[in-house]
Every structure is written in C-alpha cells, then in structure tokens.
C-alpha cells in the first residue's frame, strides 16, 4: 500500500509519499518542499489574495502530479494557520479541489498538534511524559503526552513570521524588538505554563524548521554540517547565545548561514519564540525531531488501513485485494464503508428491517464503489460495476456479486429504475435490497467527498417528517456531497434533515432528501 500525504503551512508546503512496510512501518518513496509562503499573500483583512491561490495551485498540482507517477490515487492535503485563519479559507480550498482535484481540508490548531505529536513520537523515543513545542509560521502549538499520543494540545497565535511582521522593524532588528516578542510569547503562555510545565522526568521536544536549523547551526563544525539533527539535544541557553547572534546580522548575512538561506528573514523571531517557551516551561534542553505533521498524517494513515485489513473477513480481505489491483483510493474506500455501516447499523436500530446479508453486501460494495475510475472517470459507477462482475471474487456466490455490482452501479448519478436492464433482471426482494443498500452508499459516499476521512456519524433519529443525521467533522464539501446523494434515501426512508454540530443546516445546505 502506498499513501501520499501533504501538508499547507504559512512558510510552505510538504508532500511525502511513502510505501508501507510491515504493521506500522513505511519506507519513503519521495519527499517535496514547496515555499509557498502563504503568509506572504494576505490581504489586510486576512484573505489570502490571488497570488496566494495561485502558489498554493502550483504547489497542488505539482503534488498531484507526483502521487499519480508514484501510483497513488489521491493526496491527502491539510491545511493550517494560513487558510484556518483566513476568512476566505474555505473558499480558496473549495476553488483548489476545482482547480487540481485536491482539497486542502483545514484542521483546527488541536488537530494540528495532535499530528504533529504523533510524527514526532515515531522520529525519536517519546518516555512517559513528553511536551511537544512545533512552531509554524502563524502558529505555536503545545502538546503534551505519553509514548503514544498527545492528551492536551494548545494552539496559540505566535508563529515565526506572524512575531516578525508584529515586532521586527529594523535589519537587523533591535534587542527592544526581540525582547517585544519573547514578552508577548511570556503573556500568551502564562495562563497555559503549568499545564506544559517541566516536571521530573518530563522530555521536551521541539519539531520545526525553525528547530532545526537551530540544532544544525549549533552542530555545526566549521564548514562540517551533521547529516540529520534528529535526536540532537539543544541547550536552552545555548539557544538564547545563537538569538542574540542572529539578531545582530543583517537579513543577508543570516542568509549565508547554514540552514538559514530560506528563512532568514523569520529565523530570529522563531528563535525568539523557542527560547521564550522554553524558559516559561522550565526547560533547560530539548530534543529536536525531523518528524512532523505530515509523518503523523501518515502514520496514521497506515495505522487505520492496518487496523481495517486485520478486521476483515476471508471474503472481504478478497475485496481489499480487489480495491489495491485496481488502484482504488483505499482511504476514502474505508472512510465510506465505516459511515455506510454505521448508518445502516442505526436505520436497524430504528426499526427498519434488512435481510442478514446485507451488512456484508454494503461492505464489498462500499470497497469497491470506486474501482471504475481505473477505466475513466466519467461514468465510473458503470465501469465499477464491469469490473467487480469480472474481478473474481472469492467467497461471493454470482448472486452476491450481481448485486455488490448494481450498488456500486448506483452509488452516483441516477438511483435504480425499472428502464435498467440488470436492475429489471433482478427477482423484486433483490430489486427493494439494492435500492435501499445503495440509498445508504450514496449519503455516505456523499459525507466523504472531500476524502479527508474527517466525518462521523453521531446520531440518526426517526421524525415524524422523515429521519434527522447528526454529524461532526464535516466540512462544505462534504456537506454539499450529502445533499446532492440524499435523493434515494428520501425515496427508501424518508426525507432526510442534517444537522452539524448540534445546528440545524440552513435551509438550502442541509435539507436532504425529497
């Protein structure tokens, strides 16, 4: 199996595509860095501008273009501060899933550290108490944890080049401008500090290019550079020694530092920053880590394939192989099954009856509703219904596969009708179980159109006027691919109203359903 996965910062853009390798394990088969520089294009209202967009496209495209040549169907792309921040954030990221196929899914700066966390902790050895320090360009984010995975996270509004276009005037700057913006890193934490404080025993982490850079120019030996500065430890006072000298070069000597040629400009209000949190924790040392957002988004990645292939039956393993020959997008596959389950599992438990075979006939369906796109995306529910006829299932009856064929034929454009020759065909049990199946396919494939695997069902009630769905974690697009799919399920079940967030959905947005 092989995931690509990307991240959108303030400073730049990351892509890694890498190649599983055993539980948990991967090998990296490329790696992109693209300086983007997102929160160069901001308009005074916050809005990234159009040149903005059209870097941030650039990079997009270039990404896409190198997970297709790696075999990998789709980016999974984050975004952060830079378009969490901006008001038209959600705008630019629908414009982007037109322009480049890609949707940049915001995450919250919690989500963010919690990701972070977790790539760190698979870069250098995480003990029983740890506090993560990963500075962005717009935003710091603190995350304290054990070996596994963060139990608290803070994001707070003090990335490098945010403190540098708030404090830093001169060139170089001034110990006044500096100590402006260690001062406001002092007052933003304070009310935090004993949350991520250092107690005995506590290891401090730091995960940044910034941190990095650091670490590199302190282990530096004349021109002699180490290879990696993963796991090298820094000193917090040997920090504030490399701050203050810093400072005191002008942008274009910084620049001729090792490490610093793309970030000169921002290194010292980074340095800034680290130093300052570190003193308000307590922490005399901390370790660098390479590992970083993107190491967590796919480390995660391959945990949920890994935890989803182990849970599988004889038949539905088949399935799985199935999906990998014909380049399904495994993560959206395996999305769309969990939430068609769960809605199944919850119309069950309102009453509505199905036959025993049904859970496991929406399970092969939901793998393989996508595998058409091999043949072409246009009309791919036809051509998945082709090849899943075709792929040689095993443990399927022809039967079975007839009818996982007709619900991934019907998991977009139109639902079943008497006119279809292989839906006609059908005895009318069979004809009733694949409309109401496929009525479920269709609103959970529509809840995961963006394909960030980011929505959970959390609730589904009867109403006298139809059926409510209670979700989290859906964003505009997925919301929009829920109204668009919920025409069947108005025809099987009733009208279907969706809520988010404890809200109901305006009217327009959220009326799903006849």
């Known amino acids: 199996?092989?995931?690509?996965?990307?991240?959108?910062?303030?400073?730049?853009?990351?892509?890694?595509?890498?190649?599983?390798?055993?539980?948990?394990?991967?090998?990296?088969?490329?790696?992109?860095?693209?300086?983007?520089?997102?929160?160069?294009?901001?308009?005074?209202?916050?809005?990234?501008?159009?040149?903005?967009?059209?870097?941030?496209?650039?990079?997009?495209?270039?990404?896409?273009?190198?997970?297709?040549?790696?075999?990998?169907?789709?980016?999974?792309?984050?975004?952060?501060?830079?378009?969490?921040e901006a008001p038209n954030g959600e705008a630019v990221a629908l414009r982007m899933r037109e322009r480049t196929g890609l949707y940049p899914v915001?995450?919250?700066?919690?989500?963010?550290?919690?990701?972070?966390?977790?790539?760190?902790?698979?870069?250098?050895?995480?003990?029983?108490?740890?506090?993560?320090?990963?500075?962005?360009?717009?935003?710091?984010e603190l995350a304290r944890g054990g070996p596994d995975h963060a139990g608290d996270v803070l994001s707070v509004p003090l990335g490098a080049i945010r403190m540098t276009r708030a404090h830093l005037r001169g060139d170089p700057p001034t110990r006044a401008e500096v100590r402006a913006v260690q001062e406001a890193v002092r007052a933003a934490l304070a009310p935090h500090a004993a949350r991520f404080s250092v107690r005995p025993g506590t290891?401090?982490?730091?995960?940044?290019?910034?941190?990095?850079?650091?670490?590199?120019?302190?282990?530096?030996?004349?021109?002699?550079?180490?290879?990696?500065?993963n796991g090298l430890s820094v000193a917090t006072a040997d920090l504030g020694a490399l701050l203050e000298r810093t400072?005191?070069?002008?942008?274009?000597?910084?620049?001729?530092?090792?490490?610093?040629?793309?970030?000169?400009?921002?290194?010292?209000?980074?340095?800034?920053?680290?130093?300052?949190?570190?003193?308000?924790?307590?922490?005399?040392?901390?370790?660098v880590s390479e590992g970083a957002l993107r190491e967590g988004m796919l480390i995660e990645e391959l945990g949920r394939h890994v935890a989803y292939a182990r849970g599988l039956s004889a038949r539905q393993r088949s399935v799985l192989e199935t999906a990998e020959r014909f380049g399904a997008n495994l993560a959206h596959a395996?999305?769309?099954?969990?939430?068609?389950?769960?809605?199944?599992?919850?119309?069950?438990?309102?009453?509505?009856?199905?036959?025993?075979?049904?859970?496991?006939?929406?399970?092969?369906?939901?793998?393989?509703?996508?595998v058409g796109q091999l043949v072409a995306q246009s009309s791919h529910h036809k051509h998945s219904a082709y090849l899943i006829r075709h792929a040689g299932l095993r443990g399927f009856t022809p039967r079975e596969i007839e009818l996982v064929a007709q619900l991934a034929r019907y998991h977009r454009k139109s639902g079943p009708k008497p006119a279809h020759p292989e839906y006609a065909a059908l005895p009318p049990t069979d004809r009733a179980l694949v409309a109401r199946l496929a009525a479920v396919l269709r609103v959970?494939?529509?809840?995961?159109?963006?394909?960030?695997?980011?929505?959970?069902?959390?609730?589904?009630?009867?109403?006298?006027?139809?059926?409510?769905?209670?979700?989290g974690g859906a964003n505009?697009?997925?919301l929009a691919g829920a109204r668009d799919k919920a025409d069947l399920w108005g025809r099987e079940f009733g009208p279907l109203t969706l809520m988010v967030a404890g809200e109901a959905v305006p009217e327009g947005k959220g009326m799903l359903g006849a």
């Open 106 to 140: 915001i995450i919250s700066g919690e989500r963010e550290g919690e990701l972070t966390y977790l790539g760190a902790a698979h870069s250098v050895e995480f003990g029983a108490d740890n506090v993560l320090l990963d500075l962005g360009g717009g935003s710091l």
């Open 476 to 478: 505009p697009l997925d």
């Open 334 to 370: 395996r999305h769309v099954t969990a939430l068609a389950r769960d809605l199944l599992a919850r119309l069950e438990g309102a009453g509505e009856r199905f036959p025993e075979e049904a859970r496991s006939l929406l399970t092969a369906a939901t793998g393989l509703h996508e």
């Open 444 to 471: 959970a494939d529509g809840l995961d159109r963006s394909h960030a695997g980011q929505v959970r069902v959390q609730n589904l009630t009867r109403t006298p006027s139809g059926w409510t769905l209670t979700v």
């Open 1 to 84: 199996m092989r995931v690509a996965v990307a991240d959108v910062g303030t400073n730049s853009s990351h892509l890694l595509i890498a190649e599983a390798r055993g539980e948990g394990g991967y090998r990296v088969l490329d790696a992109l860095k693209d300086r983007t520089r997102l929160g160069e294009c901001l308009d005074a209202a916050g809005n990234l501008t159009p040149e903005g967009e059209e870097r941030l496209r650039a990079a997009l495209t270039q990404f896409r273009a190198l997970g297709t040549a790696a075999g990998v169907p789709e980016v999974q792309v984050y975004a952060t501060s830079a378009l969490r």
């Open 203 to 229: 290891q401090v982490v730091l995960s940044s290019g910034t941190a990095e850079a650091a670490a590199t120019l302190l282990a530096a030996h004349g021109d002699t550079l180490p290879g990696s500065v």
């Open 247 to 287: 400072r005191s070069l002008s942008a274009a000597r910084r620049a001729r530092l090792p490490g610093l040629e793309k970030r000169a400009g921002t290194v010292v209000a980074g340095f800034a920053v680290l130093h300052a949190a570190l003193e308000v924790l307590g922490a005399g040392r901390a370790t």
